[in-house]
């Protein structure tokens, strides 16, 4: 079965808001969760990260805009979006990492942000 779910991607205008989510399986014991983004042509790259604590990190290029949190109750981690540009358009990955250190993908959630 498939262990994470995105979803929440779509069309926006610059300087609007999205938020992703990615649903993991309640079977998985989860330390972290994570957001990644590829564009086309570009390397997969690192956006944001929260562990179990709750503390997190972001790359210099969200920071202020963007913001992880993550619902331990219903196995859920967000990313809210705000201000975004065009520079943002990519495909959305979640990864989350198990007590274990078993690492996880989501199917990835489109993007797309419009001048």
């Known amino acids: 079965q498939v262990q994470l779910v995105e979803s929440g991607g779509g069309l926006v205008q610059a300087g609007g808001s999205l938020r992703l989510s990615c649903v993991a399986s309640?079977?998985?014991?989860?330390?972290?969760m994570g957001w990644y983004r590829q564009a086309p042509g570009k390397q997969r790259e690192f956006v944001a990260h929260?562990?179990?604590?709750?503390?997190?990190d972001y790359a210099d290029s969200v920071k202020g805009r963007f913001t992880i949190s993550r619902d331990n109750a219903r196995n859920t981690g967000y990313l809210q979006m705000n201000s975004l540009k065009p520079e943002d358009t990519a495909v959305y990955y979640c990864?989350?990492?198990?007590?274990?250190?078993?690492?996880?993908w989501g199917q990835g959630t489109q993007v797309t942000v419009s001048s």
């Open positions: 990864q989350a990492v198990t007590w274990s250190a078993n690492p996880y």
């Open positions: 929260i562990r179990s604590d709750g503390t997190t």
């Open positions: 309640e079977s998985l014991s989860i330390y972290s």
